[in-house]
């Protein structure tokens, strides 16, 4: 049995595809099969049930997953370890992040860790909050930039910071002219507005949704997008209103640009975190990205 074979056998799991699977890994498709049909031989038990349309795990293959995740994860953290102990200035970090929130946070901060170890290499993976959580707990990435509550029990996290939510408008709307007034909207005022929202599967949308039905009400979503930036863009042709992270609400931007409203008390936020497996040896790579990722967002608040 050999190590590329167990993560072979993970990656089909996970993509429960073979096409997939063998891009993922970047192997030829016959090679792949080849390797597994040879890996089920050596343990006599079948590990997949293939048809026309799908590949699932038998129970064996159940099995099999779970400890073939817990033998790569110790290897690679005797590697890791290994790396440290002959103090070596080079690493590699495999960093997962929410595409959204990442666009406007990760220019500030790999420059700076680049600066500061440019021996050091960063692996972007970028996805939904929920895809991340998955990938973090089965230890595809290192550390992920998430937002709290996580689902998954297994991942452990350091909080970066708070991160309040903003409201957008069009620039017309009769709540625009509350920021020069100095007043702020309460949620409860934005019962009867048409929301433009995130589509399913991203954290922000939850958390959107969640806000609304603690203010009362369940929010009228009359257009949904994958992308943030498009959402501002509709909520600035007077399409509907949307709530914002304040990070992503300060960034420039060109044209078609809504008004960001300050929300009334208690003002709602998110707390910002970089997630990782519980149990999970952090190598001094991963550890002083942290730390330039605390750093950075910190600056940022204060600014």
Do not use: W
């Not at 973090?136 to 937002?147: E, F, K, W």
Request: proline fraction near 6%; aromatic fraction near 6%.
């Amino acid at each position: 049995m050999e190590l590329r074979q167990l993560q072979y056998a993970l990656q089909i799991a996970a993509e429960r595809n073979f096409s997939r699977a063998a891009e993922k890994l970047h192997v030829a498709q016959p090679s792949l099969s080849q390797q597994l049909s040879k890996l089920e031989k050596e343990l006599g038990v079948m590990l997949f049930q293939r048809n026309t349309s799908s590949v699932e795990l038998t129970h064996a293959g159940e099995r099999f997953v779970e400890q073939a995740e817990s033998i790569l994860a110790a290897v690679e953290l005797l590697r890791q370890e290994m790396s440290d102990i002959s103090q070596l200035r080079t690493g590699r970090v495999v960093v997962g992040s929410m595409p959204i929130t990442g666009a406007h946070l990760l220019p500030h901060v790999l420059p700076v860790f680049k600066q500061n170890y440019a021996d050091i290499e960063i692996s972007l993976l970028e996805d939904s909050s929920m895809k991340l959580e998955k990938l973090t707990a089965g230890g595809q990435t290192d550390l992920s930039l998430l937002s709290l509550p996580l689902e998954i029990p297994t991942l452990a996290y350091e909080v970066l910071g708070e991160e309040r939510i903003d409201l957008a408008v069009p620039p017309d709307h009769p709540l625009a002219s509350r920021q020069a007034e100095g007043i702020r909207t309460t949620l409860e005022e934005l019962k009867d507005e048409p929301f433009i929202v995130l589509k399913e599967g991203q954290g922000f949308r939850k958390m959107t949704m969640e806000l609304c039905r603690e203010a009362g009400f369940e929010p009228k979503i009359v257009f949904q997008s994958n992308n943030m930036e498009t959402i501002q863009s509709l909520v600035a042709t007077g399409m509907g209103v949307t709530l914002v992270p304040h990070f992503i609400a300060r960034a420039p931007r060109s044209e078609f640009v809504p008004v960001y409203l300050p929300l009334a008390e208690p003002v709602p936020s998110r707390t910002l975190v970089i997630a990782y497996r519980r149990g999970r040896y952090l190598s001094k790579a991963a550890e002083v990205f942290i730390e330039t990722f605390k750093n950075t967002v910190a600056s940022l608040a204060e600014a």
